[in-house]
Nanobody, 124 residues
Framework: QVQLVESGGGLVQPGGSLRLSCAGSGFSLEHYAIGWFRQAPGKEREGVSCISGSDGSTYFADYVKGRFTISRDNAKNTVYLQMNSLNPGDAAVYYC?????????????????WGQGSQVTVSS
């Protein structure tokens, strides 16, 4: 059974950091593009970051560029999203998703498999 499981969310103060994990089971993430998306209450799901399955290239949305990084650990079949300098605008449910190939990294329609989401709350 193909499954993605996010973890690492929680409550953090403004300016703080969190690292989200996206663990795959039932398939290897190594050759899949893995995207991170987020959705805040009343807002559409938006793309945050993506790491390619072919060459490891990465993409970041402008609103997280310079603050977030994305990486893989193929031995653990896991992709990470390191989030630094968090602000209240980053609060949302964060989802990871997998696709064999994406032309538009931030388009959720291009992804085949989705995790259940992990809540990130940024508040003092």
């Amino acid at each position: 059974q193909v499954q993605l499981v996010e973890s690492g969310g929680g409550l953090v103060q403004p300016g703080g950091s969190l690292r989200l994990s996206c663990a795959g089971s039932g398939f290897s993430l190594e050759h899949y593009a893995i995207g991170w998306f987020r959705q805040a209450p009343g807002k559409e799901r938006e793309g945050v970051s993506c790491i390619s399955g072919s060459d490891g290239s990465t993409y970041f949305a402008d609103y997280v560029k310079g603050r977030f990084t994305i990486s893989r650990d193929n031995a653990k079949n896991t992709v990470y999203l390191q989030m630094n300098s968090l602000n209240p605008g980053d609060a949302a449910v964060y989802y990871c998703a997998a696709a064999q190939k994406v032309a538009r990294p931030v388009s959720p329609y291009e992804y085949d498999y989705w995790g259940q989401g992990s809540q990130v709350t940024v508040s003092s």
